[in-house]
C-alpha cells in the first residue's frame, strides 16, 4: 500500500479509538485522567518519538488508551490491565498493529502506573509521555523515573510546577532548542 494510503488509514483508526474510548468517559466525573490528558501525552510521544526513534502508531494508540478504562480519578492501580484488555478486545476491529507491535501496546498499558523504567524505546516513550503530564497534579516529573534521554533533558531543565498544563509547546521547547547537537 503507498505511504500516503498508509497513513490515511492509521490517521482513521487513531480517529476512531480516540472516538470510542472519548465516548466511554462519563464528562460528569472530574478529568484529571480524562480526555484533555490524553490528548497531551499524545502530543509529548509524538514529539518525543522523533528522538527516541520510538513506534509513532503505539505511543498515539497507547495515549488514548492507557487511562481510558479508569473508574475514577482515584487509587486504581488495575486501571492499566483492563486498559490492556481493551486492547485486545478492539485489535483487528478499530485498529491494526504487527504482533510486535500489539504487544508494545498491551505491556505499556498494563504496566504504566507501576512506577517501571523501559529500555525499550517504544514502551519508554508511553511512560514518558504519561509521566511528562504530572505538571497537571502539581507534580514536577523527576529525571529518575525518565526511561528515555530526551524525556530525561526535559526533566533537568528544572520546570516550574504546573508548567505542563496546557502548555505543551513551552514544555517541549527544551528538546527543540537542544536537537541540533544529538
Ligand atoms: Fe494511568
Ligand atoms: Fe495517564
Redo the contacts with the bound molecule.
Keep these: 500500500m503507498p505511504t500516503d494510503a498508509n497513513t490515511a488509514l492509521r490517521a482513521r483508526e487513531f480517529a476512531l479509538v480516540k472516538g470510542y474510548v472519548t465516548r466511554l468517559f462519563d464528562p460528569a466525573r472530574p478529568a484529571l ?1 480524562g480526555p484533555l ?1 490524553w490528548r497531551r ?1 499524545n502530543k509529548f510521544g509524538r514529539r518525543l518519538a522523533v528522538h527516541t526513534g520510538a513506534d509513532v502508531a503505539v505511543v498515539c494508540l497507547f495515549a488514548w488508551f ?2 481510558a478504562y479508569r473508574e475514577d480519578d482515584g487509587d486504581d492501580p488495575d486501571h492499566g490491565r483492563r486498559a490492556a484488555m481493551a486492547v485486545d478486545a478492539l485489535h483487528g476491529d478499530l485498529f491494526h498493529l504487527s504482533t510486535d507491535a500489539l504487544e508494545k501496546l498491551r505491556y505499556a498499558c498494563a504496566y ?1 502506573a507501576d512506577g517501571y523504567v523501559s529500555s525499550d524505546a517504544t514502551i519508554g516513550t508511553c511512560w514518558d509521555a ?1 509521566r511528562l ?1 504530572l505538571g497537571r497534579v502539581d507534580i514536577v516529573p523527576a529525571p529518575e523515573f525518565m526511561s528515555t534521554a530526551a524525556a530525561r533533558r526535559i526533566t533537568e531543565l528544572n520546570l516550574p510546577r504546573g508548567a505542563t498544563r496546557g502548555s505543551a509547546a513551552q514544555f517541549m521547547g527544551g528538546l527543540r532548542k537542544r536537537r541540533p547537537t544529538e
Design positions: 485522567h490528558h501525552v492507557h487511562d504504566h504519561d503530564d
